[in-house]
Every structure is written in structure tokens, then in C-alpha cells.
């Protein structure tokens, strides 16, 4: 019976990533595909419409899913948690379990995202790269997994949703390659021909640069800001009760 809710539990937390991270594509996609159609001949507001539709999609999926998978949508992320807890066999292999939902959600969202302004499914053709471009990939995806690593570590994840969502909104608009910051996310985007595509030959070098990234935002995180010993915790609230209740 222990297996078998075990069991229940990873699959639950994969559906919702499976499901997050496809709505957060779908809100990437479909707001990039609807910005070029609305404002076609001003790149700047087709920017700003699909960052802050991004933005408020991806706060408002952190809330709904926090409480069933901790809202990773993104593999990194996923990874960096999974390295902080404790070795085993099954950690890893839930990791990769949702890790995989992820990917196929990513794909699932992007499609879906076609599907729904009725463009045709195809690879797509907008070429990303460059040593800047690359270098941005590592500093954003750095600043988000620092920015949660920040939360989690001071016990301020109920702050996650609007910080994340507020970041990658402003990153958008700091980095010169608007900010994937997602393994999954870039992987579905090369699946939608349209504003917000990548091409399959620009994909692996943004792969790498996130890789770098959230390594690099994971040791910042444990370096700045000093998880709280429990037992500290345990020592301090004990002699306060002893001060206050001779």
C-alpha cells in the first residue's frame, strides 16, 4: 500500500508539471503569436504584450500548482532541487520522471498554441545565438534560480509567485535573448514557427548556457543566504520559553 501511494504521489506531481509547464508554453506562444498579430508592425509592444502575459501566466500557474509539484516547470530548476536533497535511486528517478513531463508539456503547450490560432505545426526558422545572446541566457536563468533559491532558503516561498513572475517579466526586457531561462521551455518553443520560436540549430548552445546558469545561481544562493540550523531554531525558542515562563 506504501508503494502504491508512493507511487500516486510522483505521478500527481508529474501530471502537474506536465500540465503547468504546456499552460506556461501555451502563454509564451500563443500571447507571442496574438502580439504579432495585434501590433505587426512595432516589435516593441509585441514585446511587452507577450512578456506581461507571460508574467501573469506563470504567477498565477506558481499558485495553483505550488501545492501539488512546488510549480518547477523547468528542468533546471527540478535538477538543482533534486542535487540539495538527500542521494537515492528514487529521487533521481522521480527528477527525471518530471523532468520528462515537463519537456512533453513544453511540446504539448506549443503545439496546442498553433492548434488554437490556427498556424501550421512546423519547426521554427528564427535563429538565436551569438556570444551576447548566450551569455544573457546564463545571467538570466542564474537570476532565476537564485531568486528562488533566496526564497526557499528564508522561508519565503508563499512570496514565489508575483517574484518569480515579476522577474522573468523584467528579464524579458534586460537580456538580449528575452530571457528562456528553461530547458523545457526552449525545447516546446522549436515547435511553433511564429514570434516566439527558436530553430532547432540555435537550441543546444541555449541548453548549455542555462546549464551554466542555474549552477552558477545555485552556488550563489548557498553562498548569500545561510539556511537556518533547525536545532539552533529548536535551542533559541526553547530559551525564550524558559525566559518567559520561570
Known amino acids: 500500500m506504501h508503494l502504491i501511494n508512493s507511487l500516486r504521489a510522483v505521478l500527481r506531481v508529474a501530471a502537474a508539471e506536465f500540465i503547468g509547464t504546456g499552460a506556461l508554453v501555451l502563454a509564451v506562444v500563443g500571447s507571442g503569436i496574438a502580439a504579432s ?5 512595432d516589435a516593441g509592444l509585441q514585446l511587452l504584450e507577450n512578456s506581461v502575459a507571460t508574467a501573469l501566466a506563470l504567477a498565477v500557474l506558481i499558485l495553483v500548482f505550488a501545492p501539488v509539484s512546488g510549480a518547477h516547470f523547468n528542468p533546471v530548476v527540478t535538477a538543482v532541487d533534486a542535487i540539495g536533497a538527500p542521494r537515492t535511486w528514487a529521487g533521481a528517478g522521480r527528477a527525471l520522471l518530471v523532468i520528462g513531463a515537463q519537456i512533453i ?4 503547450g506549443a503545439l496546442l498554441a498553433n492548434a488554437l ?4 505545426a512546423a519547426l521554427s526558422t528564427t535563429e538565436r545565438g551569438g556570444a551576447g545572446v548566450w551569455l544573457a541566457e546564463v545571467v538570466a536563468t542564474a537570476g532565476l534560480v537564485l531568486v528562488i533559491g533566496a526564497l526557499v532558503r528564508t522561508g519565503r516561498t508563499a512570496h514565489a509567485p508575483w517574484a518569480v513572475g515579476a522577474y ?20 516546446g518553443r522549436m515547435f511553433s514557427d511564429t514570434f516566439a ?8 548552445p541555449f541548453l548549455a548556457a542555462q546549464i551554466v546558469g542555474a549552477a552558477t545561481g545555485a552556488l550563489l544562493a548557498r553562498l548569500l543566504f545561510v539556511q537556518p ?11 525564550l520559553a524558559s525566559q518567559t515562563h520561570p
Not at 540550523?229 to 530559551?239: F, I, L, V
Request: glycine share 10%; proline share 10%; net charge negative.
Open 117 to 120: 490560432f490556427e498556424v501550421p
Open 37 to 41: 498579430r495585434l501590433s505587426p508592425s
Open 105 to 108: 508539456g513544453a511540446i504539448g
Open 197 to 204: 520560436g527558436i530553430a532547432p540549430t540555435s537550441v543546444l
Open 229 to 239: 540550523d533547525p536545532s539552533s531554531a529548536t535551542m533559541r525558542a526553547d530559551g
Open 168 to 187: 522573468i517579466g523584467a528579464a524579458y526586457w534586460f537580456t538580449s535573448s528575452t530571457s528562456f531561462a528553461n530547458p523545457a521551455v526552449t525545447i
